[in-house]
């Protein structure tokens, strides 16, 4: 355990349908900076166990997560292991709790959604554990806008990569003290105990 951990919770492999990144090159590229990585395919969970496996091996805390497309903006979750079966925002929130997990909102302002953005709905930002505010795979204007967005409104501010391709690996971090798992980590999260960072 040491302070100023890093750790990328948006990462994408070749279980994502737009990414082709191996898990295991995804791996070896992140413990040369990284303390731990969340990978986060889309809808998907099937890289988790040789995610797990090739963390262990490196010595890198592996957070199993996926990220959920809906029409109102993407989630990432974090601390799951399974898919969840849900329909309504009520019962993503209910899975969440049951499985202490957290959930954050990505890239908020990278682009249009086709229906009422979660940016609106203010009791469904109270619900996430956080807010991207850097995503290296998004236009500078659209993360000025979600650092503003978040300060305003006192949201804890996570920053990723949403790396698609290797050379975006350990570019943006969010940074947390004396986390030995996925579970200290999601619950330094759920209380604001993390900061941003990136190259």
């Known amino acids: 355990m040491k302070e100023n951990m890093k750790f990328d919770l948006h990462v994408h492999s070749e279980h994502s349908f737009d990414s082709n990144m191996p898990i295991k090159d995804i791996i070896k590229l992140a413990a040369k900076t990284l303390d731990g990585i969340a990978i986060t395919d889309h809808d998907s ?4 166990i040789e995610a797990e496996k090739e963390c262990k091996k490196r010595g890198l805390i592996f957070i199993p997560g996926m990220e959920l497309k809906s029409p109102s903006g993407d989630l990432v979750l974090l601390g799951i292991t399974e898919i969840p079966n849900i329909e309504t925002f009520q019962q993503l929130e209910d899975f969440i709790k049951d499985n202490n997990a957290a959930m954050f909102l990505a890239h ?9 953005p979660f940016t609106e709905i203010p009791e469904i930002l109270k619900a996430l554990d956080g807010i991207e505010v850097y995503n290296a795979f998004t236009p500078l ?3 000025l806008k979600a650092m503003q967005f978040a300060k305003e409104r006192n949201m804890t501010a996570v920053a990723t990569t949403d790396a698609h391709h290797l050379d975006l690996i350990g570019k943006a971090f ?3 003290d004396n986390i030995s798992s996925s579970e200290d980590f999601i619950q330094s999260l759920k209380k604001g105990n993390v ?5």
Do not use: C
């Not at 969970?45 to 988790?48: N, T």
């Not at 908020?108 to 229906?115: I, L, M």
């Open 108 to 116: 908020p302002f990278a682009g249009p959604v086709p229906g009422k």
């Open 174 to 176: 969010t940074i947390a």
């Open 45 to 48: 969970i099937s890289g988790h």
């Open 141 to 143: 204007e659209a993360n």
């Open 195 to 199: 900061r941003v960072g990136w190259l």
